[in-house]
C-alpha cells in the first residue's frame, strides 16, 4: 500500500506542485523529493559496508579494542543520519514545499533525527572517549602537574594477603540437602614500602602544552632498577617480608604496588 492508496492522490494533497524554478526544480526533475528515502537507505547500506571493514580491521589490527567497535559504528551511522536529513529539511523550507511533497521523507526523517539526537548525547556520556572529556584541565593546570609529578619521590612496596580455605555449608531451601563451598578467608593483609635513596625520573612530557586544541595525555607507571645491586636490594627485602609472614596462615598472596 502507498500512499496515494491512503487518499494523498487528492487534489487537495497535490504533492509536489509549484516548486519554485531554478535549484529546487532541477532537484526534484533529476532525483526527486519523494525519492529522498531511497537515498538515505542506499546512503545506510553503504556506511554498514564500511563499518564492516572497519570493525574487521580494528578485530584483526588491535584485538584490545574490539569493545569500542559498536560505539564507533553506532555513532557513526548516528552522525550519517543527522548530517543527511537536516540539510534535506533545511532545503525543503528553502524551496517552500507543500507538506505532502514527499511526505514519505518527513515521516521518516523526524522520528529517526529525534532518536539519533538522544543516541548522540548517551555517546557523549557514556562512550569510551567520553571519559577524557570527563577530565579536562587547562594546559597550566596540566604543565604544572606534570612538574609535581616528575619532581615527587616514587613509591614502591610489597604487600601480602594471608588466607586459608574454609568449606561452608548451606542448606536448600527447598529441600533438607544441604550444599557445601570453599571460600578463601583472609586473615592478615599489611602492605611495607621499600626505602628508596636515590632515583632518576625518566618520563618523557612534552616541553610546551598548547592553550588550543586538546592534548591526550596517557599515563602508566613504571619502576625499574638501575643497576644489580638495587634488584637485588629490593628482593631480598621481599623475600625476608615474605618469610617473616609467612607463618601467619596456610598460604599467602604477594603484589608489589608502584607509585
Known amino acids: 500500500m502507498g ?10 494533497f497535490d504533492k509536489c506542485k509549484n516548486i519554485p524554478s531554478g535549484v529546487c526544480q532541477n532537484f526534484h526533475q533529476l532525483i526527486g523529493f519523494h525519492n529522498i528515502w531511497i537515498g538515505y537507505l542506499l546512503l545506510v547500506v553503504i556506511c554498514l559496508i564500511l ?3 572497519y570493525a574487521f580491521f580494528i578485530s584483526s589490527k588491535f584485538t584490545g579494542l574490539n ?3 559498536k560505539w564507533h559504528v553506532g555513532i557513526f551511522l548516528v552522525n550519517i543520519t543527522i548530517w543527511f536529513w537536516i540539510p534535506i529539511l533545511m532545503s525543503r523550507l528553502f524551496c517552500q514545499l507543500n507538506v505532502f511533497c514527499g511526505f514519505e521523507s518527513i515521516f521518516l526523517a523526524i522520528p529517526l533525527l529525534i532518536a539519533s539526537f538522544i543516541l548522540m548525547i548517551l555517546d557523549m556520556r557514556f562512550s569510551p572517549e567520553a571519559k577524557y572529556f570527563r577530565n579536562q584541565k587547562q594546559s597550566e593546570e596540566t604543565s604544572a602537574f606534570l612538574t609535581r609529578m616528575k619532581a615527587a619521590s616514587p613509591a614502591i612496596a610489597v604487600e601480602v594477603d594471608c588466607y586459608h580455605y574454609e568449606t561452608r555449608m548451606r542448606m536448600n531451601s527447598n529441600s533438607n540437602m544441604s550444599r557445601s563451598r570453599t571460600v578463601e578467608r583472609s586473615t592478615f593483609k599489611e602492605r611495607r614500602a621499600f626505602p628508596i635513596d636515590g632515583f632518576v625520573d625518566e618520563t618523557q612530557v612534552p616541553s610546551k602544552i598548547e592553550n588550543q586544541g586538546i592534548t591526550l595525555f596517557h599515563i602508566s607507571t613504571s619502576i625499574t632498577a638501575t643497576d644489580p645491586y638495587s634488584e637485588n636490594a629490593f628482593n631480598q627485602f621481599k623475600n625476608r617480608y615474605v618469610a617473616a609472614n609467612s607463618h601467619r596462615d596456610q598460604a599467602m598472596h604477594t603484589s608489589i604496588e608502584l607509585s
Request: charge should be negative; proline fraction near 6%.
Open 3 to 12: 500512499f496515494d492508496d491512503l487518499g494523498f492522490d487528492d487534489p487537495f
Open 67 to 69: 569493545y569500542i567497535i
Open 51 to 53: 563499518s564492516a571493514l
